[in-house]
């Protein structure tokens, strides 16, 4: 399985941006896959789950985008979006995308299986 995140960019304080990960590879393992995350890693901090999808449409995300951000999936085209709005200056990170077989954890990365590559934001002030 492969993962390919796209669609970072510079954004200014307040503003929009999306960014999607597009998931291919082996017909066998895609179907088993039970959810599908996107994490950040900003300078010199860990990287941290800002949210995740189940393939049952459950969402939950971390503390800091409540509210601004939204994870989606597109289950004709195999992607997973995530939609952020009212961004501001420590929204700054590399943002990666990963899906996760059943029966890891959902929330820690050790729960995930597959990792994008990542795609940089970067918000300005």
């Known amino acids: 399985v492969q993962l390919q995140a796209s669609g970072g960019g510079l954004v200014q304080a307040g503003g929009s941006l999306s960014v999607s990960c597009a998931v291919s590879?082996?017909?066998?393992?895609?179907?088993?896959?039970?959810?599908y995350g996107w994490y950040r890693q900003a300078p010199g901090k860990e990287r941290e789950l800002v949210a995740l999808?189940?393939?049952?449409?459950?969402?939950k995300y971390g503390d800091s985008v409540k509210g601004r951000f939204t994870v989606s999936r597109d289950n004709d085209k195999n992607t997973v979006l995530l939609q952020m709005v009212s961004m501001k200056p420590e929204d700054t990170a590399v943002y990666y995308c990963?899906?996760?077989?059943?029966?890891?954890?959902?929330?820690?990365?050790?729960?995930?299986?597959?990792w994008g590559q990542g795609t940089l934001v970067t918000v300005s002030s």
């Open positions: 990963a899906a996760g077989l059943p029966g890891g954890g959902l929330t820690a990365e050790w729960g995930y299986d597959y």
């Open positions: 590879g082996s017909t066998q393992f895609i179907p088993n896959i039970s959810k």
């Open positions: 999808i189940e393939i049952g449409g459950r969402t």
